[in-house]
């Protein structure tokens, strides 16, 4: 009769919002700049869809719906191998306009070239595995004199934008391609809330005289 009060309800999305360490905007643009052709688009189109990095490497020109300015995101690259997305099902990506920017100067590069989107520079083909995506951005946060992030908080860093601008929780889960709005909710709820507001004050504010009587 004397347990104590957890810190979390759910330790599996206590231990992702531990995780969580998007890039700020400044981050983001010096690191960007530090960056050049074919990289410098599969990264600025990752930190603004939220893919996953065998998302990424695994998108194509068949999967970009121009006409209604957004991706098909139905196929990964995981372990040397081909799979379906991590939550089973496929889904639509509405894309950013930095997202959309990427796009189309990657189109004049790649193309023409193939079903890839996105090509090793060094070899014109898409990239083999992660190991080498990460690379280069290790050599672009030492550039930018950024501290180290794993190149997965790109995804990160894209829905702690979205719900930082307001962004509805479900269409951020849809976007990120959970099963509901639990992980948002859970792990970006810091960046939910105004810093300058407590959680509840908008509520107690807006229904004082109700609650007095």
């Known amino acids: ?33 530090a960056m050049v ?9 990752a930190l603004w869809s939220g893919l996953r990095t065998g998302e990424l490497i695994a998108l194509r020109w068949c999967d970009v719906d121009w006409q209604n300015n957004r991706i098909c995101v139905r196929l990964s690259w995981s372990k040397a191998t081909f799979t379906t997305t991590k939550g089973k099902r496929a889904r639509w990506v509405e894309l950013t306009e930095p997202a959309r920017q ?18 090793n520079p060094k070899t014109q083909d898409r990239w083999q595995n992660s190991e080498r995506v990460r690379q280069h951005w290790i050599a672009a946060l030492k550039a930018a004199g950024v501290r180290y992030r794993k190149p997965y908080q ?57 609650w007095k009587k």
């Open 102 to 119: 990427a796009l189309l100067a990657q189109k004049a590069i790649t193309g023409r070239l193939g079903r890839w989107v996105f090509h």
């Open 37 to 45: 052709g074919q990289v410098r688009n599969y990264f600025l189109f």
């Open 1 to 33: 009769f004397d347990e104590h009060l957890p810190s979390s309800l759910d330790p599996k999305y206590e231990s992702a919002a531990k995780q969580a360490d998007p890039l700020d905007d400044k981050e983001r643009s010096r690191v960007l700049d």
């Open 154 to 210: 790109t995804r990160h860093t894209y829905a702690s934008a979205m719900v930082s601008a307001g962004e509805v929780p479900e269409w951020v889960a849809d976007q990120m391609g959970h099963q509901d709005t639990r992980m948002v909710a859970e792990v970006y709820a810091k960046w939910v809330r105004r810093p300058d507001m407590t959680p509840g004050e908008s509520a107690a504010r807006i229904y004082a005289e109700e």
